[in-house]
């Protein structure tokens, strides 16, 4: 089965720490990537730029509305995922367990629709 | 005759394979409301074929037979066509690995999963009942105090989940064992507990559940025999269960222990009980559930014998206190030391729970501290805690029993 982590994170945390801080953090993620990659089920990972970044497009009234900013103005916000392919959801959580993110953000475990075929 | 004669065999059939065949049906797709279907449809067929056909050989097997294509068939019929596929050939693969011969039992890998962390709490004992033993949503509901349409929405989505998300049909591996075995035994208790609220059995769709619970405890004990808290919640339960005849008068008034009648009790199920408990002690690894079953048992020995079983009752609760934290068992320990070292002691320690507002409105708490009270003859605070004991019993029984203990002390003036 695919599972999706979504990484959630308090955005302000990255620009707090010290350029030392963010290098251990980053050497953290690379390590990980390079775990699941060895493992043999990672298929694809991206880190998000800053909410701030994001533009949200909807339909209103038969009109796209597009607006500055992320969807949901939580504290946490999404800041990257992983992509995995695990047999099944106690395998998703112990790799999921093991995500830098768990330490100071949380990681949401979604299961993948199946592709279609025929 | 037939249909009768084969209306019995799918009725024992269902009552001892049920899980069973749900768990291999479900173990491979993990599709519990699809394994459901196909073997409601399958006693529905049987329960048409049998009486003409005669019963067959293997009964089991006849309904897993018809059960599985009912489910190959309902794959075909599904939508989504991969998913179609891969049920199509998963159950393949599941008629080439098994034999003529016994099925395999995989019940306990279906309650492990019925009590994965994933799956909310609060619907896991619900889920147990129904998938395991086959009770329907509206039995389950009135046993929780729910809606049958709330309780059964709840049900599907948490089938829905364990089939999504993948959660897998498999006992946990060693480092996850101890905490996943506390949740599968921690809802197995709760249907207990929730059967437990109506302890007279009055109300004839909740008067099965404790005994259902106590299947399920059984079955644990019999499917782990090597885990002393699995074997703990057994021998608790049953003591709890063998006593159950006792606590209650020909009028429905409530009994307490001290006042039961010892010849009333269930010897059979004590007997039962002790046994687990003591294989639960031999591997000399202590848990809340073996704990509370050798307090039951010490209970039952000073009901029984008339020994004085005061001080062990006292150093169990307090072991307990210490694992658990909880304060209702520190009502208990203070009850207990209250025994051993006179009511003014048990009262002390009632007051340092007070503390914690939960116990305010926990109605065995005013009643412990009343009789706790009166043993130290301030009566009138015992009867003004009767009086608040008294407004919070939901159970008419319970009322009664209180009221006559306030009367004891404080007989109400004659009418003029």
New interface residues.
């Given amino acids: ?1 695919r ?1 999706l982590y979504l990484l959630y994170l308090e955005e302000g945390g990255w620009d707090a720490m010290t350029p030392e801080q963010q290098a251990e953090g980053e050497g953290a993620y690379m390590a990980y990537t390079e775990a699941l990659q060895t493992a043999g089920i990672l298929i694809g990972a991206n880190r998000l730029q800053p909410s701030p970044s994001a533009t949200t497009v909807r339909l209103t009234g038969g009109k796209s509305q597009v607006l500055d900013g992320p969807y949901a103005d939580t504290k946490e916000q999404l800041g990257g995922y992983y992509l995995v392919e695990l ?4 395998q ?2 112990a790799w999921a367990a093991r995500c830098p993110t768990v330490g100071h953000g949380v990681v949401e ?1 979604r ?1 993948v629709w ?5 | 005759m037939a249909a009768e004669r084969a209306r019995r065999t799918a009725e024992a059939v269902a009552r001892h394979s049920y899980g069973k065949l749900v768990a291999f049906l479900a173990a491979a797709t993990r599709d519990l409301a699809g394994a459901e279907d196909a073997l409601a449809e399958a006693f529905a067929t049987a329960l048409r074929d049998w009486p003409e056909t005669g019963c067959p050989d293997n009964p089991e097997a006849w309904l897993l037979t018809v059960a599985r294509r009912r489910m190959v068939d309902a794959g075909r019929r599904s939508r ?4 179609a ?2 049920t199509l050939r998963q159950l393949a693969e599941e008629r080439a690995g098994d034999t003529a011969g016994e099925l395999p039992d995989r019940r306990l890998a279906l309650l492990f999963a019925c009590a ?1 962390p ?1 799956i909310d709490a609060g619907i896991r004992a619900p889920l147990m009942l129904q998938t395991v033993l086959g009770l329907d949503a509206a039995a389950i509901a009135s046993a929780f105090l729910t809606s049958p349409a709330a309780m059964a929405k709840r049900l599907v989505r948490a089938k829905e989940k364990i089939r ?5 049909f ?1 006992p ?1 591996g060693r480092d ?1 064992l101890a905490p996943r075995l506390a949740a599968v035994l921690d809802a197995i208790y709760a249907a207990f507990a929730e059967g437990w609220s109506d302890p007279a059995g009055t109300d004839p769709s909740r008067r099965d559940l404790p005994e259902e619970a106590l299947f399920l405890a059984r079955l644990m004990a019999e499917l782990m025999p090597d885990e002393p808290e699995a074997l703990g919640l057994a021998a608790l339960m049953l003591h709890a269960e063998a006593r159950r005849p006792a606590r209650r008068s020909a009028d429905g008034d409530y009994i307490p222990l001290e006042a039961q009648n010892p010849a009333l009790w269930d010897g059979a199920m004590i007997a039962e009980a002790e046994r687990l408990l003591r294989r639960a002690a031999s591997r000399r690894q202590p848990g809340r559930y073996q704990i509370e079953a050798a307090l039951q048992s010490a209970h039952a020995d000073r009901r029984r014998s008339g020994r004085d079983t005061s001080r062990a009752v006292a150093a169990l609760y307090e072991a307990l206190f210490a694992l658990t934290g909880s304060p209702v068992v520190g009502l208990n320990r203070a009850v207990a030391i209250a025994g051993t070292e006179g009511p003014q002691a048990g009262l002390a320690l009632l007051d340092g729970l007070a503390a914690d507002g939960r116990l305010a409105t926990y109605q065995p708490y005013w009643a412990a501290r009343a009789a706790l009270l009166a043993a130290a003859d301030a009566v009138d605070e015992a009867v003004h805690a009767y009086e608040i004991a008294i407004g919070l019993a939901a159970d008419p029984a319970v009322r009664r029993f209180l009221e006559t203990r306030r009367q004891a002390l404080q007989p109400p003036p004659p009418r003029p």
């Fill in positions: 089965m599972y047999p099944d959801l106690d998703a959580l475990v299961p199946p592709p279609r075929t025929g | 989504t066509g991969t998913a596929a891969e994965h994933a999504a998300a993948g959660i897998p498999a946990p996850e």
